[in-house]
């Protein structure tokens, strides 16, 4: 499928995996440096972002590993559709640490068109049981790093650490 984010940013499904293998060597590396989830799950939730991804559904993705109920480390990807403002940088950088009772929280967040509707048809095709949440994903007790950028022609995540 082909997709126009304006009259002169074009991307393909084969962009945003492009892309999203980026987002799955990061989400693979934090769940085996911290143990907070298992491979396998960090696979699924890989899976569940490259699909909301090409149906137009993902807006932001929000990983923050918890020790017990305080934050230790934070990373957000925001889908940016001009992807050719980013410079793509490989997948990694700081090492997420092991914590006692660690717990990687992932928070997605949709665009506006992933109504109702939308949930009904995408929720067979997804392998999490995603819910509703009001957690804070504001980090506002860590500290803002450097982050990444990760793009194919017009589709990109623009990545935002946040650690202690």
């Given amino acids: 499928m082909t997709y126009t984010a ?7 499904d084969t962009d ?13 590396m934090i769940a085996q440096s911290t143990g907070a989830i298992t491979e396998a799950k960090a696979r699924e939730y890989a899976h569940d972002m ?17 020790s017990g109920i305080n934050e230790v480390r934070a990373t957000q990807y925001t889908v940016n559709t001009v992807g050719s403002d980013l410079t793509s940088s490989r997948p990694g950088g700081v090492m997420w640490p092991r914590v006692p009772s660690p ?13 109702a509707v939308a949930r009904e048809v995408m929720k067979p ?11 804070d994903t504001s980090h506002s007790g860590l500290t803002n790093g450097v982050g ?7 589709w990109g995540l623009q990545r935002k650490d946040f650690g202690q």
């Fill in 125 to 135: 095709k997804l392998k999490i049981g995603w819910t509703p949440t009001r957690a």
């Fill in 16 to 28: 945003i995996e492009k892309v999203m293998r980026r987002f799955t060597a990061d989400i693979v």
């Fill in 50 to 66: 490259e699909t909301l991804a090409k149906n137009g559904y993902l807006k932001k993705v929000d990983l923050t590993l918890l």
């Fill in 148 to 154: 990444r950028d990760y793009a194919s022609n017009g």
């Fill in 6 to 12: 304006s009259d002169t940013y074009t991307y393909t």
């Fill in 103 to 115: 717990d990687l929280r992932v928070i997605v967040f949709h665009t506006d068109a992933y109504d």
